[in-house]
Antibody
Framework: EGQMVESGGGFVQPGGSLRLSCAAS????????MTWVRQAPGKGLEWVAN????????YYGDSAKGRFTISRDNAKNSVYLQMNSLRAEDTAVYYC????????????????WGRGTTVTVSS | QTVVTQEPSFSVSPGGTVTLTCGLS?????????PSWYQQTPGQAPRTLIY???TRSSGVPDRFSGSILGNKAALTITGAHLDDESDYYC??????????FGGGTKLTVL
């Protein structure tokens, strides 16, 4: 069965940077968009960023614009999230997921999720 | 800024039926927003329940169903089980690569 495994989380001071990685195995990766979703402690899920299957397009939620960069390496079946200028409110569990998007068939959803990696921003 | 709205909490008795909704701060939800629904228990990753408004994901029991009710997307649980007690999130595709989560509904089964 396919899976996604996130890594790279940890403890960082405000203003610092962190790069998250997500490796896919046992699933088709290169044909699909990928997404990062986060969940602050005791809060709901929040969409962070999407990237097209070939990396030609990236999209960001308001909280990520200008500070975070999503990228991918299809040769390594991996997606990344570079996070700069981190703030306390970025403290969260970060999940990666595979996105199924088809305009002709009419769907957009996440079908394979990782277990998440925890980012803590604190002085 | 478009906000996706959900009831913060809901309660249902075991065996009962409950409908959770997913709306927009401005405008109506239609199938064109490709509504999807996710279940999450504490400490776990989300689980995909419904996509494309009313298509159940693989392995999801048929007591879960999706629809459009009025101007909102809806998730109905018919014959609730104790282990349906979870947080439920909807996602709407707003176009231009953006898929936005609702605030989530905490469902209590008691």
């Amino acid at each position: 069965e396919g899976q996604m495994v996130e890594s790279g989380g940890g403890f960082v001071q405000p203003g610092g940077s962190l790069r998250l990685s997500c490796a896919a195995s046992g699933i088709t990766f290169t044909s699909f968009w990928m997404t990062w979703v986060r969940q602050a402690p005791g809060k709901g899920l929040e969409w962070v960023a999407n990237i097209k299957s070939d990396g030609s397009g990236t999209y960001y939620g308001d909280s990520a614009k200008g500070r975070f960069t999503i990228s991918r390496d299809n040769a390594k079946n991996s997606v990344y999230l570079q996070m700069n200028s981190l703030r306390a409110e970025d403290t969260a569990v970060y999940y990666c997921a595979r996105v199924r998007l088809d305009y002709s068939k009419g769907y957009y959803y996440m079908d394979v999720w990782g277990r998440g990696t925890t980012v803590t921003v604190s002085s | 800024q478009t906000v996706v709205t959900q009831e913060p909490s809901f309660s249902v008795s075991p065996g009962g039926t409950v409908t959770l909704t997913c709306g927009l701060s401005s405008g109506s939800v239609s199938t064109s927003f490709y509504p999807s629904w996710y279940q999450q228990t504490p400490g776990q990753a989300p689980r995909t329940l419904i996509y494309s408004t009313n298509t159940r994901s693989s392995g999801v029991p048929d007591r879960f169903s999706g629809s459009i009710l009025g101007n909102k997307a809806a998730l109905t649980i018919t014959g609730a089980h104790l282990d349906d007690e979870s947080d439920y999130y909807c996602v709407l595709y707003l176009g231009t690569g953006m898929g936005v989560f609702g605030g989530g509904t905490k469902l209590t089964v008691l």
